[in-house]
């Protein structure tokens, strides 16, 4: 009798770091594991050796910001199975979705000898906005305890078991006096979503946000907390636009602090 044929697994970058491609190469025990239940056919940061497709996952880390990215994720999405979008460039457009607030032709007038021979997107925008996306992975870089999770559930036809809570929950969970509690100090742990463990905060800073709106969140609330602690109301507007600018809960509670930005 035949063995069954190993499960084909894909891994894409657009505009990023690579950080979330590193955080699955951290894995290291954990990836030959995981290399014997499953064939990766494509993942050009351990190998140039690629298998085409179609796949039975793929991966894909970074944002959308070129016509040509706009093309291939297309092509992506025709020939996987299941897609899931692993950090926040590729779930939130990143920080270079800061270039979504501004005129990102002035820009490059600024960085380039010869802007015209620049090609690129006036937005960054997340891999949702152009294909429909089977699970959404996120982080800055992503957990890596995570990803096996959800790499793991896609294998095995269900769905992942990863965290919808607010980074307050690890907090708690560590026993970290909250920071903004206890010393006053602006954190955006009420909003963002778990994964970190709470890393900022049990250090005693607050958090950056790098993990992106939590599935249950009150931002208005949160941005009237920092008011009455004297955080200007640009800081805040600035705090909501970094690694996840793109993310619709951030992108519009910001809109509300654009009138100062001092």
Not at 17 to 32: A, K, M, N, V
Not at 54 to 81: F, N, Q
Not at 104 to 130: C, D, G, M, Q
Request: charged share 20%.
């Amino acid at each position: 009798m035949a063995a069954a044929r190993r499960k084909r697994l894909a891994v894409w970058k657009f505009a990023s770091c690579d950080g979330c491609q590193l955080s699955l190469l951290d894995c290291e025990d954990e990836l030959l594991a995981l290399a014997e239940q499953v064939e990766i056919a494509r993942f050009l940061e351990a190998s140039r050796a690629t298998i085409s497709g179609p796949y039975d996952l793929s991966l894909v880390e970074g944002s959308i910001t070129t016509a040509r990215d706009a093309e291939l994720i297309r092509e992506v999405r025709r020939v996987s199975r299941a897609l899931v979008t692993i950090g926040a460039c590729a779930t939130a457009g990143g920080i270079q979705a800061l270039r979504n607030f501004k005129d990102v032709r002035e820009f490059a007038s600024i960085v380039y000898a010869t802007p015209a021979y620049i090609a690129t997107l006036a937005t960054s925008t997340p891999i949702a906005a152009h294909v429909p996306v089977d699970f959404e992975l996120r982080g800055c870089p992503i957990n890596k305890r995570q990803l096996l999770e959800v790499i793991t559930a896609f294998i095995n036809g269900r769905r992942p078991d990863t965290p919808g809570h607010a980074v307050c929950i690890e907090c708690k969970q560590r026993g970290t006096i909250c920071v903004m509690v206890a010393r006053g100090v602006p954190c955006l742990g009420p909003i963002t979503h778990a994964g970190c463990g709470a890393i900022c905060p049990s250090f005693a800073r607050g958090c950056y946000g790098c993990y992106g709106p939590a599935d249950a969140l009150n931002i208005e609330s949160l941005g009237q907390a920092w008011l009455r602690a004297g955080v200007p109301r640009g800081d805040v507007m600035r705090v909501l636009r970094s690694f996840n600018a793109g993310a619709e809960p951030f992108s519009k509670a910001a809109l509300d602090y654009e009138d100062d930005q001092s």
